[in-house]
Protein backbone atom coordinates (compact mmCIF):
# COMPACT_ATOMS: atom_id res chain seq x y z
CA UNK A 1 0.00 0.00 0.00
CA UNK A 2 1.43 3.02 -0.99
CA UNK A 3 -0.25 6.57 0.06
CA UNK A 4 1.46 9.89 -0.73
CA UNK A 5 0.72 12.54 1.66
CA UNK A 6 0.85 16.64 1.05
CA UNK A 7 0.96 19.48 3.07
CA UNK A 8 1.06 22.75 0.82
CA UNK A 9 0.74 26.24 2.12
CA UNK A 10 1.49 29.06 -0.48
CA UNK A 11 5.12 28.92 -0.37
CA UNK A 12 6.27 25.68 -0.59
CA UNK A 13 4.84 21.94 -1.14
CA UNK A 14 6.04 18.96 1.47
CA UNK A 15 5.37 15.67 -0.39
CA UNK A 16 5.96 12.55 1.34
CA UNK A 17 5.26 8.72 -0.01
CA UNK A 18 4.79 6.01 2.65
CA UNK A 19 5.09 2.72 1.81
CA UNK A 20 4.03 -0.33 3.82
CA UNK A 21 4.66 -3.84 3.77
CA UNK A 22 3.54 -7.05 6.18
CA UNK A 23 6.88 -7.47 8.09
CA UNK A 24 8.75 -4.87 6.70
CA UNK A 25 9.69 -1.10 7.83
CA UNK A 26 7.86 1.71 6.79
CA UNK A 27 9.90 3.49 3.78
CA UNK A 28 9.10 7.30 3.20
CA UNK A 29 10.21 9.25 0.21
CA UNK A 30 10.23 12.96 0.23
CA UNK A 31 10.30 15.54 -1.97
CA UNK A 32 9.22 19.33 -2.37
CA UNK A 33 7.94 21.68 -4.77
CA UNK A 34 6.35 25.12 -5.05
CA UNK A 35 3.11 25.78 -2.94
CA UNK A 36 0.18 25.20 -5.17
CA UNK A 37 -2.77 27.30 -3.25
CA UNK A 38 -5.15 27.25 -6.33
CA UNK A 39 -5.85 30.88 -5.59
CA UNK A 40 -2.80 31.57 -6.61
CA UNK A 41 -1.31 28.83 -9.65
CA UNK A 42 -3.31 27.21 -12.11
CA UNK A 43 -4.39 23.69 -12.42
CA UNK A 44 -1.64 22.98 -14.97
CA UNK A 45 0.80 23.49 -12.45
CA UNK A 46 -0.64 21.86 -9.99
CA UNK A 47 -0.43 18.89 -12.36
CA UNK A 48 3.18 19.49 -13.34
CA UNK A 49 4.46 19.62 -10.03
CA UNK A 50 2.76 16.47 -8.87
CA UNK A 51 4.20 15.00 -12.10
CA UNK A 52 7.59 16.12 -11.06
CA UNK A 53 7.43 14.46 -7.69
CA UNK A 54 6.47 11.36 -8.94
CA UNK A 55 9.26 11.22 -11.31
CA UNK A 56 11.48 12.16 -8.73
CA UNK A 57 10.64 9.36 -6.75
CA UNK A 58 10.94 6.65 -8.47
CA UNK A 59 8.38 6.91 -12.08
CA UNK A 60 5.81 4.11 -12.18
CA UNK A 61 7.42 2.76 -9.13
CA UNK A 62 6.10 5.71 -7.31
CA UNK A 63 2.45 5.98 -8.11
CA UNK A 64 0.37 5.82 -5.46
CA UNK A 65 -2.59 3.80 -4.44
CA UNK A 66 -4.31 6.68 -2.74
CA UNK A 67 -3.11 10.65 -2.56
CA UNK A 68 -4.61 12.90 0.51
CA UNK A 69 -3.81 16.08 -0.85
CA UNK A 70 -3.84 19.16 2.53
CA UNK A 71 -3.64 22.32 0.62
CA UNK A 72 -3.75 26.55 1.48
CA UNK A 73 -6.88 27.72 -0.43
CA UNK A 74 -8.80 24.44 -0.49
CA UNK A 75 -12.12 24.84 -0.09
CA UNK A 76 -15.74 24.75 -1.85
CA UNK A 77 -15.28 24.92 -5.51
CA UNK A 78 -11.62 24.91 -6.12
CA UNK A 79 -11.04 21.09 -3.98
CA UNK A 80 -12.68 19.79 -6.97
CA UNK A 81 -10.30 21.89 -9.11
CA UNK A 82 -7.55 21.06 -7.33
CA UNK A 83 -8.32 17.10 -7.72
CA UNK A 84 -8.92 17.05 -11.00
CA UNK A 85 -5.37 18.84 -11.30
CA UNK A 86 -4.10 15.87 -9.88
CA UNK A 87 -6.20 12.97 -11.14
CA UNK A 88 -4.54 14.25 -14.78
CA UNK A 89 -0.93 13.50 -12.88
CA UNK A 90 -2.28 9.07 -11.73
CA UNK A 91 -3.60 6.64 -12.77
CA UNK A 92 -7.69 5.73 -12.91
CA UNK A 93 -8.14 3.57 -9.65
CA UNK A 94 -6.08 6.05 -7.18
CA UNK A 95 -7.84 7.38 -4.14
CA UNK A 96 -7.66 11.24 -4.16
CA UNK A 97 -8.68 13.16 -1.31
CA UNK A 98 -8.52 16.98 -1.03
CA UNK A 99 -8.52 18.87 1.94
CA UNK A 100 -7.90 22.25 3.83
CA UNK A 101 -4.15 22.86 5.04
CA UNK A 102 -5.78 23.41 7.97
CA UNK A 103 -7.35 19.66 8.14
CA UNK A 104 -3.64 18.55 7.69
CA UNK A 105 -2.56 20.57 10.43
CA UNK A 106 -5.27 19.62 13.14
CA UNK A 107 -4.39 15.76 11.83
CA UNK A 108 -0.94 16.36 12.23
CA UNK A 109 -1.49 17.60 16.10
CA UNK A 110 -4.01 15.42 16.94
CA UNK A 111 -1.28 13.18 17.82
CA UNK A 112 1.16 13.98 20.93
CA UNK A 113 3.91 11.98 20.96
CA UNK A 114 1.96 8.13 20.77
CA UNK A 115 -0.99 9.34 22.69
CA UNK A 116 -4.55 10.45 20.48
CA UNK A 117 -6.08 13.25 21.88
CA UNK A 118 -9.91 12.55 22.50
CA UNK A 119 -10.50 16.77 23.84
CA UNK A 120 -11.06 19.45 21.44
CA UNK A 121 -7.91 22.27 21.02
CA UNK A 122 -7.37 25.30 18.62
CA UNK A 123 -5.12 24.30 15.97
CA UNK A 124 -3.40 27.40 14.34
CA UNK A 125 -1.06 27.69 11.06
CA UNK A 126 1.36 30.52 11.35
CA UNK A 127 3.72 30.12 8.14
CA UNK A 128 3.10 32.39 4.95
CA UNK A 129 -0.33 32.87 6.08
CA UNK A 130 -2.18 32.49 9.47
CA UNK A 131 -5.34 31.13 10.67
CA UNK A 132 -6.98 29.08 13.36
CA UNK A 133 -9.68 26.98 14.08
CA UNK A 134 -11.57 24.91 16.83
CA UNK A 135 -10.78 21.20 16.18
CA UNK A 136 -12.44 18.24 17.61
CA UNK A 137 -10.23 15.04 17.22
CA UNK A 138 -13.40 12.39 17.92
CA UNK A 139 -15.14 13.28 15.04
CA UNK A 140 -12.14 15.54 12.93
CA UNK A 141 -14.42 18.24 12.56
CA UNK A 142 -13.30 21.94 12.42
CA UNK A 143 -15.06 25.27 13.19
CA UNK A 144 -12.40 27.74 11.44
CA UNK A 145 -12.10 31.32 11.98
CA UNK A 146 -12.53 33.28 8.39
CA UNK A 147 -8.90 33.10 6.35
CA UNK A 148 -9.16 36.50 4.74
CA UNK A 149 -6.06 35.82 3.37
CA UNK A 150 -3.00 38.24 3.07
CA UNK A 151 -4.49 42.05 2.65
CA UNK A 152 -7.84 41.36 4.93
CA UNK A 153 -5.90 38.34 7.25
CA UNK A 154 -2.94 36.83 8.08
CA UNK A 155 -2.63 38.29 11.42
CA UNK A 156 0.84 37.37 12.53
CA UNK A 157 1.61 35.25 9.35
CA UNK A 158 4.96 35.92 7.31
CA UNK A 159 3.01 37.97 5.05
CA UNK A 160 1.83 40.26 7.86
CA UNK A 161 5.08 40.28 9.69
CA UNK A 162 7.20 40.81 5.98
CA UNK A 163 4.75 44.14 5.35
CA UNK A 164 5.75 45.18 8.99
CA UNK A 165 9.29 45.28 8.35
CA UNK A 166 9.57 46.41 4.40
CA UNK A 167 7.24 49.12 5.28
CA UNK A 168 9.22 50.15 8.08
CA UNK A 169 12.66 49.81 5.86
CA UNK A 170 11.16 52.05 2.95
CA UNK A 171 9.56 54.52 5.35
CA UNK A 172 13.01 54.84 7.58
CA UNK A 173 11.50 53.77 10.41
CA UNK A 174 13.94 50.54 11.04
CA UNK A 175 16.69 51.21 13.89
CA UNK A 176 20.13 52.03 11.98
CA UNK A 177 21.77 48.91 13.43
CA UNK A 178 18.95 46.97 12.08
CA UNK A 179 18.82 49.29 8.72
CA UNK A 180 22.18 48.45 7.93
CA UNK A 181 21.95 44.31 8.87
CA UNK A 182 18.55 44.80 6.54
CA UNK A 183 20.68 45.58 3.74
CA UNK A 184 23.25 43.10 4.27
CA UNK A 185 20.95 40.58 4.01
CA UNK A 186 18.42 41.79 1.45
CA UNK A 187 20.50 44.35 -0.19
CA UNK A 188 19.36 47.51 -0.96
CA UNK A 189 15.77 47.83 -2.12
CA UNK A 190 13.85 50.69 -3.93
CA UNK A 191 10.20 52.22 -2.79
CA UNK A 192 9.88 51.62 -6.77
CA UNK A 193 11.00 47.47 -6.96
CA UNK A 194 8.73 46.84 -3.72
CA UNK A 195 5.69 48.16 -4.98
CA UNK A 196 6.51 46.44 -8.35
CA UNK A 197 6.53 43.15 -6.71
CA UNK A 198 4.03 43.68 -4.79
CA UNK A 199 1.50 45.35 -6.81
CA UNK A 200 2.37 43.99 -10.23
CA UNK A 201 4.31 40.40 -10.18
CA UNK A 202 2.87 37.24 -9.00
CA UNK A 203 2.60 35.96 -5.50
CA UNK A 204 2.96 39.08 -3.47
CA UNK A 205 2.10 37.26 -0.25
CA UNK A 206 5.48 34.97 -0.61
CA UNK A 207 7.52 38.16 -1.44
CA UNK A 208 6.73 39.91 1.44
CA UNK A 209 6.79 36.40 4.06
CA UNK A 210 10.69 36.21 3.01
CA UNK A 211 11.03 39.16 4.72
CA UNK A 212 9.68 37.16 7.88
CA UNK A 213 12.80 35.29 8.41
CA UNK A 214 14.66 38.39 8.97
CA UNK A 215 12.46 38.52 12.33
CA UNK A 216 13.75 35.10 13.02
CA UNK A 217 17.15 35.40 13.05
CA UNK A 218 17.38 38.58 15.24
CA UNK A 219 15.21 37.95 17.85
CA UNK A 220 17.65 39.50 20.39
CA UNK A 221 17.15 43.10 19.03
CA UNK A 222 14.22 44.89 21.01
CA UNK A 223 12.57 45.71 17.67
CA UNK A 224 12.43 42.31 16.62
CA UNK A 225 10.48 41.28 19.85
CA UNK A 226 8.23 44.19 20.08
CA UNK A 227 7.54 43.51 16.32
CA UNK A 228 6.93 39.62 17.42
CA UNK A 229 4.69 40.77 20.06
CA UNK A 230 2.85 43.18 18.39
CA UNK A 231 2.15 40.03 15.32
CA UNK A 232 0.96 37.30 17.62
CA UNK A 233 -0.93 39.31 20.39
CA UNK A 234 -2.78 40.40 16.96
CA UNK A 235 -3.44 36.62 15.84
CA UNK A 236 -4.44 35.81 19.26
CA UNK A 237 -7.03 38.58 19.89
CA UNK A 238 -8.63 38.28 16.26
CA UNK A 239 -8.38 34.67 15.83
CA UNK A 240 -7.64 32.72 18.64
CA UNK A 241 -10.14 34.48 21.49
CA UNK A 242 -12.40 34.46 18.91
CA UNK A 243 -12.93 30.79 18.97
CA UNK A 244 -14.78 31.00 22.06
CA UNK A 245 -17.46 32.47 20.01
CA UNK A 246 -18.36 29.53 18.13
CA UNK A 247 -17.86 26.82 20.10
CA UNK A 248 -20.47 25.89 22.93
CA UNK A 249 -19.38 24.64 26.29
CA UNK A 250 -16.46 25.66 28.38
CA UNK A 251 -13.75 27.67 26.78
CA UNK A 252 -10.87 25.52 25.12
CA UNK A 253 -7.34 26.49 26.58
CA UNK A 254 -5.27 23.93 24.59
CA UNK A 255 -3.64 25.44 21.95
CA UNK A 256 -1.35 24.15 18.66
CA UNK A 257 0.19 25.21 16.08
CA UNK A 258 2.24 24.10 12.98
CA UNK A 259 4.36 26.36 10.49
CA UNK A 260 7.76 27.52 10.23
CA UNK A 261 6.89 31.31 11.78
CA UNK A 262 5.39 28.98 14.60
CA UNK A 263 8.09 27.34 15.40
CA UNK A 264 10.56 30.21 15.18
CA UNK A 265 8.74 32.15 17.47
CA UNK A 266 7.48 29.70 19.91
CA UNK A 267 8.98 30.70 23.36
CA UNK A 268 7.22 34.54 22.09
CA UNK A 269 4.27 32.26 21.16
CA UNK A 270 3.89 30.79 24.59
CA UNK A 271 3.76 33.77 26.58
CA UNK A 272 1.14 35.24 25.29
CA UNK A 273 -0.44 32.62 25.25
CA UNK A 274 -0.28 32.47 28.88
CA UNK A 275 -0.98 36.21 29.34
CA UNK A 276 -4.30 35.33 27.94
CA UNK A 277 -5.34 32.17 30.31
CA UNK A 278 -3.94 29.45 27.40
CA UNK A 279 -1.69 26.61 27.17
CA UNK A 280 0.59 26.02 23.73
CA UNK A 281 0.83 22.37 24.60
CA UNK A 282 2.50 21.55 21.01
CA UNK A 283 4.07 23.48 18.33
CA UNK A 284 5.71 21.81 15.12
CA UNK A 285 7.72 22.86 12.20
CA UNK A 286 6.12 21.03 8.83
CA UNK A 287 2.60 19.20 9.30
CA UNK A 288 4.01 16.29 7.21
CA UNK A 289 5.96 15.13 10.38
CA UNK A 290 2.43 14.46 12.24
CA UNK A 291 0.97 13.04 8.87
CA UNK A 292 3.11 9.90 8.04
Not at 129 to 140: E, H, T, Y
Not at 188 to 197: D, G, K, Q
Not at 232 to 246: C, H, K, P, S
Request: some cysteine; charged content about 20%; proline content about 5%.
Amino acid sequence: MKILFADSGSTKTHWALVEELPGLPKMVRMAQTQGLNPLYVTPEEITAALRQVLAEMGGSDARPDELRFYGSGCSGERVAVVERALRTALIPMTRVVVESDLMGAALALKTKGQQASADPFIACIMGTGSIAALFDPSANVLRPMPALGYILGDEGSGAWFGRQILGDYLKGQLPERIRQTFEDEYGIISAESAISHVYQMPYPNRYLATFAAFLGRHLETSYAQELAYRGIEAFWRRNVMRIAGIQDGEDVVDVRLVGSLAWELRSIIRRVAESHGYVVTQVIKDPIEGLI
